[in-house]
């Protein structure tokens, strides 16, 4: 009984090691049935609230921090209510997001991770998490095909942190008085993107003082991939305004539609003109893990530096994302300033392995731990096997929307990657043909006549997707991703990177949204 019993009662109060053993062994309970209920496919995804129900001490779970203590027992309930109203990113029918799944051993890596509660910026308080990381980082650039005295890296928080590290890198590398002088010191700098990147792209050129402007955007072709020689022209082009090009950067599984930029094409075109080539590989990275896939990032090698998140395709948790360099001690140069409280220069040991001043950060949470004891539990062949069931199972889901009726595919050619968009069609627009009058009917708003709080007169008006995206969340039995792109109007988009789904999952999904969609 833990009614009675507070977190004072716990360690390291003396004589707590039996109720600090019952509230850790009730903790485990509460995310072993989690963990059970995330595997069943009869259980819910999501129990939907809208915010104002949440903050509304819903069935007594209220979010209010008190002034005096509350039990472990209502602790360990406020822990199964957190869970309770989550959502359930492991269960295989969640398609939403490009990092899915619950891998068990980066669980259990997490878990240990959090438990040693250290910090990333010294060898002195993390020998043992800082070698795994050098490790992970050395394994990561010889897959990405870069020679054995080459490479550099950092674990960061996500991949738009990673490709911030990659335009810092390269403008410190072409301009290294910016470290003291700012932006006094640069000319008016050009980066190059394609349409179809990563909005971290323009925000990090913001971020670093040149402007969301400065980023040019480069056209695609239909797949979503750069056209070469338009980030050939583009470069031209942005010379002749007087703007000094230094940066490219190119996608490997773009966000909705999984494409992968012409890695080898763009790489000759910065070489020609002497650019900074960085891959963002935030997604597609995960490729590089099958002998089957890898071949579609061809070039990468030829790449200055490459983001790569094995918290997406590669399934580690969240998070776990990589910058990585060709040119080893770049990184170090461009950030360190050297804080004599943390990195003496009389320490007792090797203080390369002080690797802390290589980042922007100071306090760095140790990424890389969960994704060594996975390493250590799959090998690389795990990854990569894991790798193909996912595009195994976007090759399904292509090849079930290809032969039905009820739903068109937004680009006809298989998918490269393990994303498929497409919309779904209602019955009433069946009969209109594939052009601008049936986008206009997808596009125009129907009426859902649900009391909603945003919406006095309880009337909401949603386009098809968001409509049936709506519904789907409220009756929580599965969730998929949709978006508008260029002049396609709201389409799904079906992402596998969860090694629990299975053929029967993706047919659920077609038959959940003809269910919700049709009228
Ligand atoms: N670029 C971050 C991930 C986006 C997504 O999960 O859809």
């Known amino acids: 009984d833990l009614s009675q019993i507070y977190s004072k009662d716990l360690l390291p109060t003396t004589g707590g090691e039996r109720v600090t053993c019952i509230f850790f062994q009730e903790l485990v309970n509460i995310l072993i049935g989690y963990i059970f209920k995330s595997n069943e496919r009869s259980s819910k995804i999501l129990d939907f609230h809208h915010p104002h129900q949440l903050k509304d001490n819903l069935e007594g779970f209220s ?111 072409f301009y290294p008085e910016v470290k003291t002088k700012g932006m006094s010191a640069l000319p008016r700098l050009a980066l190059f993107t394609s349409e179809h990147s990563h909005y971290s792209v323009r925000k990090s050129a913001a971020v670093l003082g040149m402007g969301s402007d400065s980023v040019q955007v480069v056209p695609c072709d239909e797949s979503g991939k750069m056209i070469p020689w338009e980030l050939e022209s583009s470069i031209i082009e942005a010379k002749a305004k007087g703007l000094v090009p230094f940066y490219v950067n190119a996608t490997a599984g773009t966000t909705v539609y999984g494409a992968v930029d012409p890695l080898a094409a763009i790489a000759v075109v910065c070489h020609q003109h002497q650019l900074w080539l960085h891959v963002d590989a935030a997604w597609g990275g995960g490729l590089l893990m099958s002998r089957r896939h890898r071949v579609k990032l061809q070039g990468i090698e030829r790449a200055s530096s490459v983001t790569w998140n094995p918290h997406k395709m590669m399934g580690a948790p969240l998070q776990c994302s990589a910058i990585l360099l060709k040119k080893r001690g770049l990184l170090q140069e461009c950030n360190q300033l050297c804080a004599d409280y943390l990195f003496q220069n009389d320490k007792h040991y090797d203080m390369s392995y002080d690797t802390g001043d290589k980042t922007i950060q100071c306090g760095r949470h140790v990424d890389a731990f969960k994704l060594w004891l996975m390493w250590k539990a799959k090998g690389s062949e795990g990854f990569g096997s894991q790798v193909n069931k996912c595009l195994e199972n976007a090759e399904y889901l292509y090849k079930q929307l290809q032969r039905r009726a009820d739903f068109k595919l937004v680009l006809e050619s298989k998918p490269e990657h393990s994303n498929v968009c497409f919309w779904y069609i209602p019955p009433s627009l069946r009969k209109l043909p594939p052009g601008p009058e049936r986008n206009r009917r997808l596009h125009k708003g129907g009426r859902k006549k649900k009391a909603h709080h945003h919406c006095p007169d309880g009337i909401l008006k949603l386009q098809v997707a968001p409509q049936i995206k709506a519904k789907m969340m409220e009756e929580g039995t599965t969730m998929i991703g949709y978006q508008p792109l260029g002049s396609n109007v709201n389409f799904f988009r079906c992402v596998f990177s969860n090694p629990a789904t299975q053929q029967e999952d993706v047919d659920f999904l077609l038959e959940e949204i003809a269910r919700l969609g049709y009228n």
């Open 63 to 173: 979010l209010d921090l008190p002034d005096q203590p509350e039990p472990l027992e209502q602790i360990l309930v406020d822990c199964r209510d957190t869970l309770k109203y989550g959502v359930k990113t492991g269960h295989p029918r969640f398609f939403n997001q490009l990092s899915s799944g619950l891998d068990l051993i980066g669980l259990a890596g997490e878990w240990l991770t959090s438990t040693a509660n250290t910090n990333m910026f010294t060898y002195e308080v993390s020998p043992v998490f800082l070698l795994m990381e050098e490790i992970l980082l050395k394994k990561m650039q010889s897959i990405v095909g870069w020679a054995e005295e080459e490479g550099d890296g950092i674990f960061c928080p996500g991949g738009a942190i990673s490709n911030l590290y990659s335009i810092l890198v390269a403008r410190y590398d």
